[in-house]
């Protein structure tokens, strides 16, 4: 299971990621969008979207991609629009093992994994611990 969480102005934004092959993603359909501020609800958001794991989508050519589907639910045309000011971390859970990943842009743009914030919890810990995790993390970062 492997899912995106993104932070922009206090709202967490959290798309279905499909796979389209093994490492490859893409966000679709569900989206939840919501206030950081509202612990249940980000909590079930999160709870409801790792059960929805990683559901399989067809390999689509470059030509064929639609825009990302965030960015109608952050009321932007471009992703470099909903990117600017936006905090992405991924909650990834493999053979028992959850991770939580903080990105880094760099002066290009680009998002790179910042094995500096990255949070691995012991194994065996269950899904509500990551995600208490989780929440914990956005709720300080919007803080700030």
Request: with cysteine; hydrophobic share 40%; net charge positive.
């Amino acid at each position: 299971m492997h899912c995106q969480v993104y932070l922009r102005k206090g709202t967490m934004y959290l798309p279905t990621l499909g796979i389209m092959e093994k490492g490859f993603y893409r966000g679709i359909e569900p989206v939840s969008v919501v206030s950081v501020a509202n612990t249940e609800a980000v909590r079930q958001a999160l709870l409801a979207t790792i059960a929805r794991g990683n559901p399989t989508v067809p390999r689509l050519r470059r030509s064929e991609y639609p825009p990302p589907v965030l960015l109608k639910y952050a009321g932007v045309k471009t992703w470099s629009a909903f990117d600017s000011d936006t905090s992405l971390w991924t909650i990834s859970e493999e053979g028992g093992r959850f991770v939580i990943v903080a990105y880094r842009k760099l002066p290009t743009g680009e998002s790179v994994q910042n094995k500096d914030e990255e949070i691995e919890l012991p194994a065996g810990s269950s899904v509500d611990a990551a995600v208490d995790r989780m929440i914990e993390i956005l709720q300080d970062r919007a803080r700030r």
